[in-house]
């Protein structure tokens, strides 16, 4: 682990009980004061977060405090993949909002913050998990990142123990990654996880797909392009994943596409630009255009 990133494990504080914890027990309890924190602090559709307002919040400040410390001390043996799963994509966007929230100043995009989800990190159960080894190490069963064909654990890392065994792709629509074109954020649980990706799913391709007959045009999120082999290996292949996500209407023009597709007919596959602003809101302006904040210090200046 690099210099760096010992600088960037944001849960190193002592918690008074260094105890075993249940991973069962304290997914329930992050389960619990997530939710809270996006009631607070979230936008009611999951995709903007206030993290000037959090960041001084008792609430957030609970969570820094008595939570996240406790992830140093989880035992993550005899889980099952479901609970293994809720556990891990939670941790995720947990760490994402707690890494860009712990930053001294907010950078108009994620990108603009040097190796972010490389950086990024929890101590969980004892072993360091940075936010690219929880996405492809452990949630994609330790695939590379898309800009690499090496895997993301090598052969001797004590965490390859922990990794998902079978890649769902319906992760993609449960992490969020501090970006506006990134899903909702939702909070999992083992107990209903297939119906929640089912509409995190149906939910991110109600944005982000759309099928043009007229001009045989498909448009998609660039998540189906960054992380195609998830997917399938051919367009087609990725078509036939998204199907059963769409709207009926869109299913049928879904279906007159894939058909000209397999025809070899020509058929554009798009993507979306990928809007990498952060995922906050954007000041409210008054009926002049201009942030009150602004308008306030324009008064101060002038007695």
């Not at 410390?69 to 760490?95: C, G, M, R, S, W």
């Not at 994609?140 to 090496?150: D, F, Y």
């Not at 990654?177 to 996880?193: H, M, Q, T």
């Amino acid at each position: 682990m690099t210099e760096e990133q010992m600088n960037r494990v944001l849960n190193t504080k002592h918690h008074h009980d260094s105890s075993k914890k249940s991973a069962i027990e304290l997914s329930k309890q992050m389960q619990k004061i997530m939710l809270k924190l996006k009631g607070e602090f979230i936008q009611e559709d999951g995709k903007g977060v206030n993290y000037a307002g959090m960041k001084d919040s008792a609430l957030f400040q609970d969570y820094i405090d008595n939570v996240a410390p406790q992830l140093q001390h989880v035992d993550l043996d005899n889980i099952t993949e479901y609970e293994k799963k809720a556990f891990f994509i939670n941790i995720y966007n947990a760490l994402t909002i707690h890494g860009l929230a712990s930053l001294a100043e907010l950078p108009q995009s994620v990108l603009k913050v040097k190796h972010f989800w490389a950086t990024t990190c929890y101590n969980i159960g004892g072993l360091v998990y940075s936010l690219d080894d929880v996405e492809h190490g452990i949630l994609r069963g330790n695939r590379g990142h898309p800009s690499t064909i090496e895997p993301t654990f090598k052969t001797d890392d004590p965490r390859l123990k922990f990794i998902v065994n079978e890649l769902d792709p319906r992760i993609h629509f449960a992490l969020v990654c501090g970006a506006k074109s990134c899903p909702a954020i939702n909070v999992y649980s083992a107990e209903n996880l297939d119906q929640a990706l089912d509409a995190a799913t149906r939910s991110f391709c109600a944005q982000e797909v759309s099928m043009f007959t007229e001009t045989n045009e498909i448009w998609l999120s660039k998540i189906f392009q960054w992380y195609s082999q998830d997917f399938g290996r051919t367009d087609i292949d990725v078509m036939k994943w998204t199907v059963p996500y769409l709207e009926k209407s869109v299913q049928d023009r879904a279906h007159l596409l894939l058909t000209k597709l397999e025809k070899v007919s020509p058929v554009d596959v798009k993507y979306n630009e990928y809007d990498w602003s952060l995922n906050c809101p954007r000041p409210t302006l008054n009926s002049a255009g201009i942030h009150p904040n602004d308008l306030m210090e324009r008064e101060n200046n002038r007695s």
